[in-house]
């Protein structure tokens, strides 16, 4: 039985982030270049697209590239760069057919040229579609982007447009590059890694962590949808008594 006939649709995470990881182990296993591995994890990026649709979830966050793949070797970092702008395009059509919208996340400014103005253009065509929406996190880390939010809050201190009493973690939410995207409930990682690796910190203050050994370009549909059903299989107390959660009107 597949796992998705388990799934209650009423407690599906409205928002599950990726940290896909493993490529390059994959390849080196078959005696391959770890870039074999990066095209082999197209696949498993379109399969949770599909699962995550599937189950309606709402946003899909994806870790593609941090902040400190930079520092992999040149021809690595090349040949992700123009993974990246093939499967932007040719998923474009795909993804817009499914009413997906794209959001990127993370310094694009550091981006190539050529990457920028065609996430951009993917990213305007998409804008208007209701659907689950897919953010990608590309030269992203959560160091980057908290540093990012208290330049611009001193900044506008400064200006006074706010004062230091307004600062409130909800303002702060609103000077991240996820602003108007709820914190994720779930995120999974594969691989076997247990670590966190710079990502969406932040907000990743009560999510619930789940780590699957697959690595991930052997990761499918009943991989997501599994780790869906342990996410609700586990209760979520947000600091509280497991009583309290259970009989929330106990004074
Ligand atoms: C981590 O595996 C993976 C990456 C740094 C790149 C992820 C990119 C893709 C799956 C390709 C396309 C994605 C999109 C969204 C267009 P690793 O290289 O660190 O693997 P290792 O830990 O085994 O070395």
């Not at 591995?37 to 870790?63: C, D, M, N």
């Amino acid at each position: 039985m597949s796992c998705i006939d388990k799934i209650d649709k009423s407690r599906v995470p409205k928002h599950v982030a990726i940290i896909m990881d493993g490529n390059g182990r994959w390849a080196a296993k078959r005696g391959n270049k770890r870039t074999y591995g990066h095209q082999q994890g197209v696949e498993s990026v379109r399969s949770v697209i599909r699962a995550a649709a599937e189950v309606e979830v709402s946003f899909l966050t994806l870790y593609a590239f941090s902040t400190e793949n930079w520092n992999r070797p040149k021809y690595e970092v090349d040949a992700l760069m123009t993974l990246m702008v093939n499967v932007i395009k040719s998923e474009a059509a795909d993804l817009n057919s499914n009413n997906v919208r794209l959001v990127v996340i993370g310094d694009k400014n550091s981006l190539p040229k050529r990457v920028r103005s065609e996430v951009d253009r993917i990213v305007d065509n998409l804008k208007d579609n209701t659907g689950l929406t897919v953010v990608m996190a590309l030269s992203y880390s959560s160091h980057w982007e908290i540093i990012n939010a208290v330049k611009s809050i001193a900044s506008d201190v400064k200006k006074e447009k706010i004062g230091v009493e307004d600062i409130s973690r909800e303002l702060f939410d609103s000077y991240l590059s996820t602003a108007k995207i709820p914190d994720p409930e779930l995120m999974i990682r594969t691989s076997g890694e247990a670590r966190l690796s710079n990502f969406l910190l932040w907000q990743m203050a009560y999510t619930e962590l789940s780590f699957s050994p697959t690595l991930w370009p052997d990761f499918r549909e009943e991989d997501f949808f599994q780790a869906i059903c342990d996410y609700q299989s586990r209760e979520r107390r947000f600091g509280m008594t497991s009583e309290q959660i259970q009989k929330p009107n106990l004074k």
